[in-house]
Structures are given as C-alpha cells and as structure tokens.
C-alpha cells in the first residue's frame, strides 16, 4: 500500500509546478500587455506639444502638364506705321533695344512732310491776313462805311483761315519732322520687338507692313496650348506655375484669366491666358514654356497635409487620435498627390484627427 501511494505523489507535485508556472508565466504576460496598452495613450501635455491636423473634405485638384509660349501684352504693345511716304536715311535703333517715349526712332526724307509744312506756313499767312480783313471791316461796320454783308463775309473769311491754319497745325504736329525730315518717334516706353527698316529704304504709306514695334514686358501674357482632352478640366482662375528653358530654376506662378473659345484648325489646342509679371524683363516674346496647372477634378475626398503621413514597406499611414489621449496606426490609401496635399480615399473621414509633427515616433512605439 506505501508502495501504491509513492508512486502517485510525484505525477502530483508535477501538476502542481506546472499550474504555478503557468500562472507565473500568465501574470508576466499580463504585466508585459499592461505596459504595451500603455503606449496607446499619450498625455496631455505630449499632445498639447503636437502639431495636429484635421481632415477636410475638398475637391480634388489634379496637375495638368502643358506648353506655352511667351508674348507680350497686347495692351501694352504699340505697332508704328508710316504715315508719310519716304526714304529712310537715320535709323537708330536696333530689334532688343530699349527705348524712351519720345524718342527719334528715325528719320524719313519725304515730299508729302514738305507739302505739309508748304501748307501750315500758307495756312498761318492766309490766317494772319484774313484777321487783318476781318478787323478792319468791322472798323469801318461800326463806322457805317461798311455793309452788314461785308462785315459777316469778312468775319466767314477769317472763321475758315482759322480752321485751315488748325488743321494744317494738327498735321504738321502729328507728323513731326525738322530740318532733315519726317520723324518717327516712340509713343511709348519699351523694347523694340520688331523692326522693319533700314537705311536707304523707301517707305510707303500704302503698306500694311509695320516699321517698329515697341512693347512694355514689365508684365507679359503666357499662351498657353490646351488639348482637347483637357478642355474640361481647366478653368477660368486656375492658379499655374511656369518655368522657360532660360531660367530652369525660377518658378514664375499667375492664374488662368481668360480661355478663348477658338479651336487652332491646325494643332487643334484652344488657348488660354496667364498674365504674369515679369522683373528685369528676363522673359521675352516667343521664348517656349512649360506650364502646370492645378485644376479641379470634380472628385470630393478627405484631404490632409503631407506632412502627416508615413511610408512604410511600400504603405501610407498616419497616426490618429481616438477621444482625448487614445492614438492607434491607420493605413491610407492616397488618391493622389498635389504638392503638399494629399487626397485619401480609404482610410480617413473628414474630421478625423492626425498627428503631424513627431509621429513616426509614435508609429515606431505602436507598431512593435
């Protein structure tokens, strides 16, 4: 019987040991969870330190590649036509050159300048003798020596003197010229971006071709090349970013202002307009450009700064706060991606919260 009993205490006290192990091991787990669900929470002034971020709810915006070119402001572009036949034997500037309003551009020998000077000096000498006719038979009608008649054809002679010697001023004042001739002068301030005339050559008023052309490129226009495809897409006010070939490296930014409603038979594009300006006049008519557009996709989503998410094993997350200190890991799948925008389309609503400074931190402390 001693024998039967001695054989049963040792399974026994081996049952024993292992409960109590597994209630050791039990125990330690429970601590470890305890201080794992403690990384779940962070306090109050850890995130009042935070920056935090909301989502939005926005419509999405979409870059939209394209070419342009440079070309002045029409407003501000000025073409000089002749307006006196001639030969040209003083011209003084050339195609880039900077010129002042007012300035001699230069100078015509013509026949039709000396007829409109004959006739301002015969217009002023018929003036001058017409007011002398005039004045004295209004002396001799005060007198009574002269007729009513007389008098109001004397005073009809000096009224048409006086409007012949006006109109003969305006010509002569419009075509300015002096000793050596007709001169073409600059009405505005600007560069000279084309130019038709050389010395020697004869000048014709009959031709539409222009002599000078003179822009102000303070600011200037880009044209932009939109492809039917995109038409939809672009409107009136979308915000663009140009940069040329000349300056890689320099970001000039305006807005779409007009969109003309032409189709180019043969690129088939529609134009559109960006006014831009343009500091130490580097951008020059006809230079290429490369143009980004922000336009609106018609699509609503969440949006959030960039700033916010985490990329990790080829995923996006961020870090979401839940109530007042809880913060979980949140995978997101991002739509799409526009500087420093992004738009979710799974994984976050608009109003939902994000860590957005120190997070991977945080995401470090989460996941492991």
């Not at 075509?175 to 560069?191: H, M, R, T």
């Amino acid at each position: 019987m001693k024998i039967l009993i001695k054989r049963h205490i040792i399974p026994l006290f081996a049952i024993a040991i292992a409960v109590v192990a597994m209630a050791l091991q039990s125990c330690h787990r429970g601590d470890a969870d305890g201080q794992k669900d403690e990384k779940f929470e962070v306090t109050d002034s850890l995130l009042n330190s935070l920056l935090i971020d909301t989502v939005k709810e926005a419509s999405a915006l979409s870059e939209i590649n394209l070419t342009g070119t440079i070309a002045a402001d029409e407003t501000k572009m000025v073409n000089i036509y002749p307006m006196v036949s001639g030969v040209a034997h003083d011209v003084r500037v050339q195609l880039g050159d900077v010129v002042s309003k007012g300035q001699t551009l230069a100078v015509l020998k013509s026949a039709e300048m000396a007829g409109y000077t004959k006739d301002y000096i015969s217009a002023e000498a018929d003036l001058r003798s017409a007011k002398r006719a005039f004045e004295s038979t209004q002396d001799l009608y005060k007198s009574g020596l002269a007729s009513q008649k007389e008098f109001e054809d004397a005073q009809a002679e000096y009224q048409k003197a006086v409007a012949e010697n006006k109109r003969a001023g305006e010509v002569v004042n419009i075509n300015k010229s002096n000793d050596q001739g007709y001169l073409i002068k600059a009405p505005i301030s600007g560069f000279i971006i084309g130019k038709n005339l050389a010395d020697n050559q004869q000048v014709r008023t009959d031709n539409s071709t222009t002599v000078f052309a003179i822009a102000d490129l303070s600011d200037v226009y880009v044209l932009i090349n939109i492809y039917e495809s995109d038409i939809s897409n672009i409107q009136t006010g979308d915000p663009v970013k140009i940069t040329t070939l000349s300056y890689p490296d320099k970001v000039f930014t305006g807005k779409i202002d007009k969109i003309y409603d032409v189709l180019d038979p043969d690129n088939k594009v529609v134009k559109a307009r960006v006014k831009i300006e343009n500091p130490g006049n580097r951008l020059k008519p006809e230079m290429f450009a490369n143009v980004t557009i922000k336009a609106k996709s018609g699509e609503t989503l969440p949006e959030v700064n960039t700033r916010g998410l985490i990329f990790d094993n080829d995923k996006n997350y961020v870090v979401v706060i839940d109530g007042k200190a809880k913060v979980h890991v949140q995978q997101v799948d991002i739509a799409k991606r526009v500087e420093d925008r992004a738009y979710i389309r799974a994984g976050l609503k608009p109003g939902d919260r994000i860590v957005a400074s120190r997070q991977l931190y945080l995401f470090e402390s989460l996941k492991d």
